[in-house]
Antibody, heavy 122, light 107 residues
Framework: EVQLVESGGGLIQPGGSLRLSCAASGFSVSNNYMSWVRQAPGQGLEWVSVIYTSGDTYYVDSVKGRFTVSRDNSQNTLYLQMNSLRAEDTAVYYC????????????????WGQGTLVTVSS | DIQMTQSPSSLSASVGDRVTITCRASQGISTYLNWYQQKPGKAPRLLIFASSSLEFGVPSRFSGSGSGTDFTLTINSLQPEDFATYYCQQSYGVPRTFGQGTRVEIK
């Protein structure tokens, strides 16, 4: 069974750092694109970052230079290192498998974790 | 970046109604368009991928169509469990942008 479990969220002061983890089971994170998506309180979904199977990484402009996505293949875990946190980074952060379907050639977020809440406040 | 615009932002409907939600991309994205359903306090759920392909386990009353810049999600015979917020998302390029969401409420 495919499962994603996030952890690492919490209350952090502006300017601080936090590392989120996403433990995967039932599949290999190294063989899949993996994304982070966030949702501010009462707001819509915002795509944050993706790591490709090649190790290439991409970010939404608002987090470039502050957030870093990585993975530990031995632990089958995805990470999001968040530095220089701002109040506007307050959100529930979801990790999701960004699966490639060969028949259609497309990518879609087919499995999601339960989310972890990050609150940036003094 | 590709901008995704959904309409309407919210709608009220009754059980049994047919509901249509549209999503427009700021540039052509072929059929690289996904639809998700989200209920309060829950993670999103993939409903439709590649514009019109139904995800495994999703009821057949959900359907999607479109190509290029204009896409549609249709729910035939709305059921009580379908009251939720729906999001489109493009996977044509990065960032993989979402629409702002459409909240489907009970009339």
């Amino acid at each position: 069974e495919v499962q994603l479990v996030e952890s690492g969220g919490g209350l952090i002061q502006p300017g601080g750092s936090l590392r989120l983890s996403c433990a995967a089971s039932g599949f290999s994170v190294s063989n899949n694109y993996m994304s982070w998506v966030r949702q501010a309180p009462g707001q819509g979904l915002e795509w944050v970052s993706v790591i490709y199977t090649s190790g290439d990484t991409y970010y939404v402009d608002s987090v470039k230079g502050r957030f870093t996505v990585s993975r530990d293949n031995s632990q089958n875990t995805l990470y999001l290192q968040m530095n220089s946190l701002r109040a506007e980074d307050t959100a529930v952060y979801y990790c999701a498998r960004d699966q490639h379907r060969y028949a259609s050639g497309t990518y879609q977020l087919d499995y999601w974790g339960q989310g972890t809440l990050v609150t940036v406040s003094s | 970046d590709i901008q995704m615009t959904q309409s309407p932002s919210s709608l009220s409907a009754s059980v049994g109604d047919r509901v249509t939600i549209t999503c427009r991309a700021s540039q052509g994205i072929s059929t690289y368009l996904n639809w998700y359903q989200q209920k309060p306090g829950k993670a999103p759920r993939l409903l439709i991928f590649a514009s019109s392909s139904l995800e495994f386990g999703v009821p057949s009353r959900f359907s999607g169509s479109g190509s290029g810049t204009d896409f549609t999600l249709t729910i035939n015979s709305l059921q009580p469990e379908d009251f939720a917020t729906y999001y489109c998302q493009q996977s044509y390029g990065v960032p993989r942008t979402f629409g702002q969401g459409t909240r489907v409420e009970i009339k």
